[in-house]
């Protein structure tokens, strides 16, 4: 059983960046791969990034690749995404989830976290 809670969220102006952070409680972190969807108002739920449980690999939306950035610390059971060059598209509630294999779809992880708002201004 892992518990997920996210953090980092806010208000910014387009083109700034923010970092997330999902911290994991519970026992057996490094044995998920970990993933960040996200979910606009009237949106269905939408893949961002994951990471395998290594680290060693990575997969992102189109939406995402060359902005924002995925990564893990398994010493300190947390993953970050690191976004930049936010956009007001990008606007939405941000979930962590973790599953045992490295997934592109919601279906593919068991564990997730409360979600945390992120809106980006014009």
């Known amino acids: 059983q892992v518990q997920l809670v996210e953090s980092g969220g806010g208000l910014v102006q387009a083109g700034g960046s923010l970092r997330l952070s999902c911290a994991a409680s519970?026992?057996?972190?490094?044995?998920?791969?970990t993933a960040w969807f996200r979910q606009a108002p009237g949106k269905d739920r939408e893949f961002v990034a994951t990471?395998?449980?290594?680290?060693?690999?990575?997969y992102y939306a189109d939406s995402a690749k060359g902005r924002f950035t995925i990564s893990r610390d398994n010493a300190k059971n947390t993953v970050y995404l690191q976004m930049n060059s936010l956009k007001p598209e990008d606007t939405a509630v941000y979930y962590c989830?973790?599953?045992?294999?490295?997934?592109?779809?919601?279906?593919?992880?068991?564990?997730w976290g409360q979600g945390t708002q992120v809106t980006v201004s014009s």
């Open positions: 989830a973790a599953g045992v294999g490295i997934r592109r779809t919601s279906a593919g992880y068991d564990y």
């Open positions: 990471i395998s449980r290594s680290g060693g690999a990575t």
């Open positions: 519970g026992t057996g972190f490094s044995t998920y791969a």
